[in-house]
C-alpha cells in the first residue's frame, strides 16, 4: 500500500516557473515508476511526464517537453516536477501517481495509487 500526497501547486502568471512535490509513504517506494498526471475542467486526464523506479528513465507527454522536469528522491520518498515557461493551457489539477513495475505506463487504467492532487492555475 502506498499513500501519495501532493503540494506546491499554486498560481502563477505566463512565463513563470512553479514546482509540485509528491511525498509517498512505505518502504518500497523505489520499487515504483511514478508519474504526474493532469486533469484540466471538462477535460480526461492525461499523462504529463514519468520516471522510473531508480530515476535513470524519464517520459514526456510532447506539450510539456523542454518546459518541464521530473525527478525523484528515493532515500526520502519524493517526486518532483518542475514546470517552467507555464503557458495558461497547463491549467489543471495535478496528480501524483505510482505502479510497481519497472516501465512507466502512459495510461491512467495502469497506475495502483493516486494522490489527491494539487491545483496549478496559470493566469495570462
Known amino acids: 500500500q502506498v499513500q501519495l500526497v501532493e503540494s506546491g501547486g499554486g498560481l502563477v502568471q505566463a512565463g513563470g516557473s512553479l514546482s509540485v512535490s509528491c511525498a509517498a509513504s512505505?518502504?518500497?517506494?523505489?520499487?515504483?515508476?511514478m508519474a504526474w498526471f493532469r486533469q484540466a475542467p471538462g477535460k480526461e486526464r492525461e499523462f504529463v511526464a514519468g520516471?522510473?523506479?531508480?530515476?535513470?528513465?524519464?517520459y514526456y507527454d510532447d506539450s510539456v517537453k523542454a518546459r518541464f522536469t521530473i525527478s525523484r528522491d528515493n532515500a526520502v520518498n519524493q517526486v518532483y516536477l518542475r514546470m517552467n515557461s507555464l503557458k495558461p493551457e497547463d491549467t489543471a489539477v495535478y496528480y501524483c501517481?505510482?505502479?510497481?513495475?519497472?516501465?512507466?505506463?502512459?495510461?491512467?487504467?495502469?497506475?495502483?495509487?493516486w494522490g489527491q492532487g494539487t491545483q496549478v492555475t496559470v493566469s495570462s
Open positions: 512505505g518502504r518500497t517506494f523505489s520499487t515504483y515508476a
Open positions: 520516471i522510473s523506479r531508480g530515476g535513470v528513465t524519464t
Open positions: 501517481a505510482a505502479k510497481n513495475a519497472m516501465l512507466i505506463p502512459r495510461r491512467v487504467s495502469e497506475y495502483d495509487y
